[in-house]
């Protein structure tokens, strides 16, 4: 049950993060290798905004959330942590996924391809720019990936740990 709780609460948490992270231009700029290519084209090609643009390399970017999923969800499952493997790595890896789920299912097609927060200034009342959920799709597969990486790392730290 505590599991459960914990699951559903890194969710929310994850949620009020995304939420605190946009509603201006700056904000919205951390989060533009998620946007469809169309609004980082324009972005990109924009006068004032497009100086602001940093890029960092999708495999850099990779190993950094690794990196800190891993952290976040050995200290979230530490105290649940069980004699052995695969215990610890199936309590990580449906953590994870399941916040890898929710962020693609709630966050990504429900709430962000239908809110205007995430928008840029002159694009607020063109939600067609915003839903193509190719790339959201790209970062959920990319998520599977990470979060069994992160399970497998944390399974191991987690059944030495007894």
């Known amino acids: ?64 959330n690794l990196l800190l999923y891993a952290i976040l969800l050995l200290i979230m499952c530490f105290f649940e942590r069980q004699e052995g493997f695969l215990p610890n790595f199936r309590n990580v890896l449906i953590m994870g996924e399941a916040l890898n789920l929710f962020d693609f299912l709630v966050i990504d097609l429900l709430w962000w391809r239908h809110t205007k927060r995430v928008r840029f200034t002159g694009t607020e009342n063109r939600p067609e720019l915003y839903s193509n959920p190719k790339n959201h799709l790209i970062s959920f597969l990319k998520g599977i990936l990470m979060f069994f990486l992160a399970a497998f790392i944390d399974g191991l730290i987690l059944s030495c740990c007894l």
């Open 1 to 64: 049950m505590l599991f459960l709780v914990k699951t559903i609460c890194l969710c929310l948490a994850f949620w009020g993060m995304c939420y605190l992270g946009t509603g201006t231009d700056e904000k919205n700029l951390k989060g533009l290798s998620a946007y469809p290519d169309v609004i980082q084209r324009r972005v990109k090609s924009d006068l004032i905004l497009g100086p602001q643009v940093k890029t960092i390399s999708p495999v850099a970017r990779f190993f950094s």
